[in-house]
Structure formats: structure tokens, C-alpha cells
């Protein structure tokens, strides 16, 4: 079908450190969610199966107040230093384990996994808006886990930000300027095509740029 007057926006993510939540919400897995500046809480959230996950949260600001799950009898949490978290949470079938810290919203903060059952990670309020995650996750800084390509940015009380993306205007250069677009904090490049550059002849396409 020929679209003679419309524009195609053709998006290409470029680095992916962070997957997008899928259409239907996961039934479980480890949810970690920034309370607000200065308080966070890392849940397991069990599905139809006993899950069990291990990490240490490193930052370089002193971590303090560190508590477990109202109720909640298997958190091992504890602090190695003052700027160290080691956590065992586990969870039986339809059940949550959880351990709260509290940390200056200034600290760069990285988690890693340092043993689980195969369970996923998300970032967010709830798993039905949670973005799908990997180890190690830098949760406040881009460079929080000494690996800018890796890391990716955490979500604020109300709103997940994944990165951001370099926009190339008409008539740019694609290849000179995606070799110089994909630094720290850019996870994506989007470029606007006109039908007609694509394809140039009724059912003759041109893909090469």
C-alpha cells in the first residue's frame, strides 16, 4: 500500500539495557521501588512458585535504616559497611519478602545479583507497570556500576525515565551521526523518512539508508 502524503517513523533502539514490560503484567519476581528521594524497597513477589533472591546493593553514600517486611519471616538483610547492603529474601507461593533502606537521594546506588532462582527483575510501583531489568542495574547514576553501557537510570516515586533519544534531522548523515549519538544515557536514535525516499517507485523499495 502506497502512503504518497504520509511520513514513516522509524524508530531503532540502539542499546537496550532496559527491556520494556510486557503487554500482560508478570504474576512475580523481584520489584525494587524508589518510595521517594531518600527510601526504597526491594520485593520479592512470589508467583505460583517458592522464589529466592540474593544481591548486594553497593553505594557511595552511607546506607542507613534498614528493615524487613512487616511480617515477613525469612529477610536476611544486613549492612557489610556502611555503604554496603547484603540481602536474602525468599518466598513461598503466593507470598512477598521485602527489605526497606533508606540512602541520601544524592548516592549512586548499583544492585547485584548474587544468586536467584531464575527470577526476573523490574523496576516501578507495581509489576503492571514494572520495566524489566538486568544485573548489575545501576539504580540512580549512569556510571553507579562502573559500566556507563550497562546501566540504566531508576525510576523517580512517580515516573520510570529508560533514557533518551538523539533525533536526526533531514538530510543528516545517518551513518556519521550515529557513530557519534550513542553515548551515556542514549538508549535510542529515531530518524523521520518521507514514503517517497523509501520508495522512490510504485513497489520498488529502497531500505539502504
Not at 513477589?45 to 524487613?68: K, R, Y
Not at 519471616?73 to 507470598?95: C, E, F, G, K, V
Not at 537521594?105 to 524489566?132: F, H, M, P, W
Request: aromatic fraction near 6%; charged fraction near 15%; glycine fraction near 8%.
Amino acid at each position: 500500500m502506497k502512503f504518497s502524503a504520509s511520513r514513516l517513523f522509524i524508530l531503532s533502539i540502539a542499546l537496550a539495557p532496559v527491556a520494556l514490560a510486557q503487554s500482560a503484567s508478570p504474576s512475580g519476581g523481584v520489584l525494587i521501588t524508589r518510595i521517594d528521594s531518600a527510601h526504597w524497597q526491594i520485593r520479592l513477589i512470589a508467583g505460583g512458585n517458592a522464589e529466592q533472591f540474593s544481591a548486594v546493593l553497593e553505594s557511595d553514600l552511607p546506607i542507613s535504616a534498614v528493615t524487613g517486611l512487616k511480617g515477613a519471616t525469612t529477610t536476611n538483610a544486613r549492612l557489610l559497611n556502611a555503604t554496603s547492603l547484603s540481602a536474602t529474601l525468599a518466598a513461598s507461593p503466593d507470598s512477598v519478602d521485602a527489605v526497606n533502606f533508606s540512602v541520601s537521594g544524592q548516592a549512586k546506588l548499583c544492585l547485584r545479583d548474587t544468586g536467584s532462582s531464575g527470577v526476573n527483575i523490574y523496576l516501578g510501583e507495581g509489576l503492571a507497570n514494572a520495566v524489566l531489568a538486568t544485573s548489575p542495574l545501576a539504580l540512580t547514576s549512569v556510571d553507579a556500576c562502573g559500566d556507563r553501557t550497562q546501566a540504566v537510570m531508576a525510576a523517580s516515586a512517580r515516573k520510570y525515565h529508560p533514557g533518551h533519544y538523539t533525533i536526526m534531522v533531514r538530510h543528516a548523515d545517518t551513518q556519521t551521526l550515529m557513530a557519534t549519538a550513542l553515548q551515556p544515557g542514549v538508549v535510542g536514535i529515531a530518524k523521520r523518512y518521507t514514503w517517497r525516499s523509501l520508495e522512490p517507485k510504485q513497489g520498488t523499495y529502497d531500505f539502504s539508508d
